[in-house]
């Protein structure tokens, strides 16, 4: 299997400049009827959805102008790139490493969240669409802030970053 080894580094809120690391599949691995690697479709509608949030692009928006928007002229394109996203915290099965944090789903310009988020409302954290694979207490924090207690509850901490003093 090829991947890319992507880097996202998280902006905004109490986890901003937190990193975490995620392979998307390029090619190879399990593919369908028409012998396209599933992974790269699912890669494609991920860069897809990040470029359409990084630039407001409504998904539905077929136009000329839009397309060419969406043109990339190699994967070199997207370092740098800004976009809203949910996080979501994936259990390790082995017992040495640490929980980590993954990209759960890009948010889109179509979806409320992406407003709130662009307009720098605070967005509480609420559960994923998907179906939660299991459930504990240490999943309500980021993985990097388990095992740590929770901050002290202060006027600035309940703000988001952007509405914080310097």
Not at 111 to 135: C, D, F, H, I, Y
């Amino acid at each position: 299997v090829l991947s890319l080894d992507c880097e996202f580094t998280v902006l905004e809120g109490p986890h901003a400049k937190r990193k975490f690391w995620q392979t998307l599949t390029a090619s190879g691995g399990k593919v369908d009827d028409k012998g396209v690697a599933i992974g790269w479709k699912i890669t494609k509608s991920t860069i897809r959805a990040m470029i359409d949030s990084g630039l407001g692009l409504d998904p539905e928006d077929m136009s000329e102008e839009a397309k060419q928007k969406r043109v990339l002229r190699g994967l070199a394109d997207l370092n740098g790139i800004t976009f809203v996203a949910k996080i979501r915290i994936e259990a390790s099965n082995d017992p040495r490493y640490s929980d980590a944090n993954k990209l759960d789903r890009v948010v889109l310009p179509s979806e409320e969240e992406w407003r709130q988020v662009m307009n720098g409302e605070e967005v509480l954290a609420k559960p994923s669409r998907r179906k939660a694979q299991a459930t504990s207490t240490a999943v309500q924090q980021p993985a990097w802030n388990q095992g740590t207690p929770a901050p002290a509850s202060t006027p600035a901490a309940n703000q988001p970053a952007w509405q914080q003093p310097p």
